[in-house]
Each structure stands twice: as structure tokens, then as C-alpha cells.
């Protein structure tokens, strides 16, 4: 059972975009007036609340095969798996394990949990078996809905389901698609239950089951695309880009199931391949566009996308992991017709907990390499991660976020939760940051990836921001390597746009632009940035290497 020691998210009556200031803490609130949330609805009720108006409109796009469904073929569609589910024995509060890549099979399989009061545990296809069975045995799963090449993934006495030709000792998806509707169990659906259990990155620690509840997602939604003013317009015309991996909340939440409350249509890619969803984007005139920061310095940087007519983009969201300034110019540069901004999110969050203000129906400017402002209905705090103690606005510390929309706690683990989630309900990011005067947010680092010289923080993005700048270098990290004197000293990995690029050249370039203590020790030439599905650099594995070559 979940166990988590959080108050309810007290309604307060200040004015938008204010600070509200105590002896103890300053709390910072959005620029957008907070608006009525109805998270006391199921998830899927919420998502398909307008269905009557949006029946015969593209809801769901097939890049892959062109197939459209209708929102009410996807709404249908969604109940039937569900029936089909319910005629398995699924029922309220049991889990189901979704290894797919992105897919329709996929949206119908998840909104079907939902109208069952069941929760969807979401897997990466590319992890390892072992990782798979521990994310199946630790979620409780009772079945899994798959394809058959990740078959050799998933050990034997599983109930499976497969989405295409099934092979023997699975059944076929039609199983589900083909059920009767009528005979979904008319039971009702508390908001407080779980509906989603993505786990964690693991990038610093070990996977983690995250709860989200009907509550948690429909805050989380509502707090981006409801209201006179919704901080992400999305119009009934636009056309949505999935090519972010769906079992990543981010995609989830921010691409999925905002465009399903909006009306927006979802073009749904299976993978990521740039010349495919250059296509793609230009074939449907694609109007957002949602992406992680690797898809962006190949939007900025690859000549092959001068081939391509991508004129119908009118806004390109980044998030999962920091941005940087010349990065994000550089795109402007190249869509120059396009509203280009930050989120930040963190799974644990639900997961959005700042938004650029840009996407609004009535959109106001940041600044480069802002993440927005704080979403509306929640509060936002900035604390020194040594005292714990509040700070004001243009002091870097650990930010915390508190409302409605964060997880209900991790799965089975209460120490985990009460160490993330404090008695007062404020959820510890983890993530360095400041708001500034105008209440705009910038995140500086992982609290946990600084790197320490001789007592001075070293924020690797820094520094990656400005490799990227380099315009030999196609895309960079920077980790600590241990040292006797400093402490720690910031190392370099970088992949070459230039061959004749060299090591003095890199170093070089970085000590004019920095203090002494960012500059850099060593560099190290690869090629590939081992990062997540997501964009996460796996900054641990650089790490690995830098210890296997000192041993």
C-alpha cells in the first residue's frame, strides 16, 4: 500500500504571478489565474468530455501506415479493450504491463485501464529482460500487451497479448478490440486511484513504481490546456507530434492526453528517424511539436531539414532535460515562424511543474533558456539544499512543487516517498533552479550531477550548452572525475561534427568563456552521448568509463 504523509493543497487567494512571503517561506505562484479543475472525474471521463462536438474529427494519425481514427473510433475503440480486458479478468485496482512502441494499440490500451479503475505500468522496449521482469514483478502486472519482437524479453507462464500476428502461447489483440463494448463493468471509479505507474529513470537510483492517480493526471492536464487562457493552446486544427516515446510520462501526459482533452489530433510516430518525421511533419502540417533536447540540435544543426517544408509549425515544446541558450537560438533561427519555449517536468511531478507562457492563448515572451513559469493551481519554493531553509527570487536551490498533480507516492515504498514528499506536501525535485524577478524559471543542474572543485559548483549543462555552441561538435556531456587536489574536475565527451577537431582546441574554446574552475580537464572523443529515450544524458556510464580507464 501507498503511504505518503501529504496534506491537501490549500486554496489560497493571492493574486496570479505574486510571491506569497512568510517568515519561514516564499512561495511562488503562476503568472495564469488559477482555474476550477474537475479531478474528481476519472481520467478517461475528463479526456473525452467533449466527444459529442469532436465525434467525426481526427483524433489518432498512423505515421507508419496512414490510418486515421476519429475520436469516436478512438473513444470506441478504447472501451472495447476495455470489455475485452474486464472479459480477462481485469478489475478495478489490478496493473497491466505496456511494452509497445508508440502505436494507436497503445492509446487504446491505456485510456481502457482507465475505464476500468485499473492502472498501466508503462515499459522502455529496450530495456533488458531482467529490467522488464522487475518493473513486472515489482508493479504486481497480470498481464502484459506487447509485440512479438519483444517477445524474447519476457519469460515464460506470462499472460501476453501481441498487437500483431501472434505467435503460439499468445493471444491476439483482437481479443480485446473486438469485445462488446456494453459489457464494460458499471462500477464507480475513485479519483484517488491509480491509473498510471511509469517508474523512474533510475539515472540516480534504482527504478522506482511512480503512482499517478486520475487526480494527479487530470490536475496535470487541466493545469496545461483548460481555463480561458490555457497555458498550452492547443486548437481542435492542430496537429500534435508523437514521436516521443508514450511510455515516458512527458509524451504521456503532455502529448497524448493533453490533445485528447483539447480535440487536437495526434500524429503518432513508432520511433525516432530524422528524415522520417521530417516527412511526416510536412505530409500532415504538423502544428506542435513536443520534443527532448537531442531532437532539437538535430532540428538546429542537420542540413537535411533545408529539404523539407516544415512552414506549418507554429510551436515547439522542449522538456526532459535542460536547454540551453545558444541551442535553443539556434532553432529559432531555423523556424523562425515558430513559438519555441521550455517545460520542466519530473515524472514524481505528474510530471509538468513550469510551462513557457508563450503557448498561451494569450502568449507572453520569456527569456531565452527560461522554463516557463510555475503551472497554474500549484505552488512552487526554492530551498539551500544544505539548511533546508526558503530562498527569494535569483537564489539558486533545490526547487519544490506542491498541488494536486503530484504522485501519490512510490509503489510499496513509503521511505522512498516520505524522503521525496515532506509532511507538508512539498515534492523535493532534486533539481537546482532559481525564479527570477519576472517568475520565470531556469534550472541549473541535477542537485545530485554538480560537480564540486574545491567547493566551487560546476553545473555540467553549463558547459554542455556551450560545447554544443562549438560548431564542430554535434553533441557533448560533461561529468567529475575524481582528483587528489580539486576534488572533482569537469571532463568532457564529445561527438565530432569535425574530425580535425582536437583536444586543445575544445579546451581552448571553453576557457574564454568560463571561470578557471569550469574549465575543462579532459576531453574525450566518441561516438554517441549514451542518453535515455527521453534525451537524459546516462551520465553514469561516462562515469563508468572514466573508472575502468583509471583502473
Same mark, same amino acid.
Given at each position: ?217 487530470v490536475t496535470s492536464v487541466a493545469q496545461q490546456v483548460d481555463g480561458e487562457n490555457p497555458n498550452l493552446y492547443l486548437k481542435t486544427e492542430d496537429v500534435v507530434l508523437c514521436v516521443l516515446p508514450l511510455f515516458h510520462i512527458y509524451s504521456l501526459n503532455s502529448v497524448l492526453l493533453c490533445s485528447l482533452r483539447a480535440g487536437a489530433a495526434v500524429m503518432i510516430m513508432p520511433k525516432f528517424e530524422i528524415g ?10 504538423? !502544428?506542435? #511539436?513536443?520534443? @527532448?533536447?537531442?531532437?532539437?540540435? +538535430?532540428? &538546429? %544543426?542537420? /542540413? ?42 519530473? !515524472?514524481? #511531478?505528474?510530471? @509538468?511543474?513550469?510551462?513557457?507562457? +508563450?503557448? &498561451? %492563448?494569450? /502568449? ?188
Open positions: 500500500m501507498i503511504s505518503i504523509a501529504s496534506p491537501d493543497l490549500h486554496q489560497h487567494d493571492a493574486s496570479p504571478g505574486t510571491v506569497e512571503t512568510t517568515p519561514e517561506t516564499t512561495i511562488f505562484r503562476s503568472r495564469l489565474p488559477d482555474i476550477p479543475i474537475p479531478n474528481h472525474l476519472p481520467l478517461h471521463t475528463y479526456c473525452f468530455e467533449n466527444l459529442a462536438e469532436l465525434a467525426d474529427k481526427p483524433c489518432l494519425i498512423a505515421g507508419s501506415t496512414g490510418q486515421i481514427y476519429t475520436f469516436a473510433e478512438t473513444n470506441l475503440l478504447c472501451r472495447r479493450v476495455a470489455a475485452g480486458l474486464a472479459g480477462l479478468g481485469i478489475q478495478q485496482g489490478d496493473v497491466i504491463l505496456l511494452l509497445l512502441q508508440n502505436c494507436p494499440e497503445f492509446v487504446f490500451s491505456f485510456m481502457a485501464v482507465s475505464y476500468l479503475g485499473a492502472a498501466a505500468t508503462t515499459a522502455n522496449p529496450f530495456c533488458t529482460p531482467s529490467e522488464i521482469l522487475k518493473q513486472f514483478k515489482a508493479s504486481g502486472a497480470k498481464l502484459v500487451i506487447t509485440q512479438s519482437i519483444y517477445l524474447d524479453k519476457l519469460g515464460n507462464g506470462l499472460t501476453v497479448i501481441t498487437i500483431d500476428d501472434p505467435p503460439a502461447g499468445c493471444l491476439p489483440f483482437s481479443v480485446l478490440s473486438a469485445a462488446d463494448e456494453a459489457t464494460i463493468p458499471e462500477e464507480p471509479i475513485d479519483a484517488g486511484r491509480a491509473v498510471a505507474l511509469p517508474f523512474s529513470s533510475g539515472t540516480t537510483g534504482l527504478p522506482k513504481g511512480v503512482v499517478l492517480t486520475h487526480r494527479s493526471l522520417a518525421m521530417l516527412g511526416l511533419i510536412e505530409k500532415h502540417k504538423v !502544428t506542435v #511539436a513536443p520534443i @527532448v533536447p537531442p531532437l532539437v540540435l +538535430a532540428l &538546429a %544543426k542537420n /542540413p537535411v531539414v533545408e529539404s523539407y517544408d516544415l512552414g506549418s509549425i507554429r510551436i515547439v515544446i522542449s522538456g526532459a532535460a535542460p536547454l540551453g541558450k545558444e541551442l535553443e537560438e539556434a532553432l529559432r533561427r531555423r523556424l523562425p515562424q515558430a513559438s519555441f519555449g521550455q517545460g520542466y517536468g519530473m !515524472t514524481e #511531478a505528474g510530471p @509538468v511543474l513550469s510551462m513557457c507562457p +508563450a503557448f &498561451a %492563448k494569450q /502568449p507572453t515572451a520569456v527569456k531565452s533558456g527560461s522554463c516557463g513559469t510555475v503551472v497554474r493551481n500549484a505552488e512552487m519554493k526554492v530551498i539551500d539544499p544544505e539548511t533546508g531553509f526558503s530562498l527569494g527570487r535569483n537564489k539558486p536551490g533545490e526547487i519544490c512543487i506542491r498541488g494536486a498533480q503530484i504522485m501519490k507516492g512510490y509503489l510499496n515504498d513509503q521511505e522512498a516517498t516520505l524522503a521525496t514528499v515532506d509532511v507538508e506536501g512539498w515534492l523535493h525535485t532534486g533539481d537546482i533552479g532559481y525564479v527570477d524577478d519576472d517568475g520565470e524559471v531556469f534550472i541549473v543542474d541535477r542537485l545530485k550531477e554538480l560537480i564540486k572543485f574545491k567547493g566551487f559548483q560546476v553545473p555540467p549543462a553549463e558547459l554542455e550548452a556551450l560545447l554544443i555552441s562549438h560548431p564542430s561538435v554535434a553533441d557533448a556531456a560533461v561529468v567529475p572525475q575524481n582528483d587528489v587536489v580539486a576534488g572533482e574536475v569537469p571532463v568532457a565527451f564529445i561527438v565530432r561534427s569535425d574530425i580535425e577537431l582536437t583536444e586543445e582546441a575544445v579546451k581552448e574554446f571553453i576557457a574564454k568563456q568560463v571561470v578557471f574552475y569550469k574549465r575543462l580537464y579532459k576531453v574525450y572523443f566518441i561516438h554517441a552521448i549514451p542518453k535515455s529515450p527521453s534525451g537524459k544524458i546516462f551520465r553514469k556510464d561516462l562515469k563508468a568509463r572514466l573508472a575502468n580507464a583509471a583502473a
